[in-house]
């Protein structure tokens, strides 16, 4: 008993364009709106402030956390120094300003003794950052 003929030629022909077509615009569309924050691998947690401002543009950045670590541009530096290395990118580069972002359980003293550093190695302005409203 044969219900059905026998068919010549190839089967049935399944075609995938339109679906590869899909998912490129949906992988176009998800890295177009995706947004990317730049986030230091160091951990900081900043102090707050009613007037702090968002900044865009960080040419160089220091950092010091809680247990006296500092870092210069995410590279772990030795206190000793630090001066050496500050005077050589103030050389460097001819931006004059330098970021500094203090834990906020880092000593008063020590984030004084950094800024007094960065002056001295040519930096002009030397800028804190703080958590903007709202952030946490």
Sequence with gaps: ???RPERKGRGQIINI???IDVMFLLLIFFM???TFKNQPAINLVLPRSATATETV???NVLYLTSDNQIFLNDTLVDEDRLPELL???RGSSTEDRMV???DEHAEHGRVVALIDTIKQSGFTRVS???RVPGAR
Excluded: N, Y
């Design 1 to 3: 008993m044969k219900f």
């Design 17 to 19: 364009t339109t679906l």
């Design 32 to 34: 177009v709106t995706s």
């Design 57 to 59: 543009d960080t040419p």
């Design 87 to 89: 005077g050589q990118l």
């Design 100 to 102: 500094l972002r203090a």
């Design 128 to 130: 804190l950052s703080a």
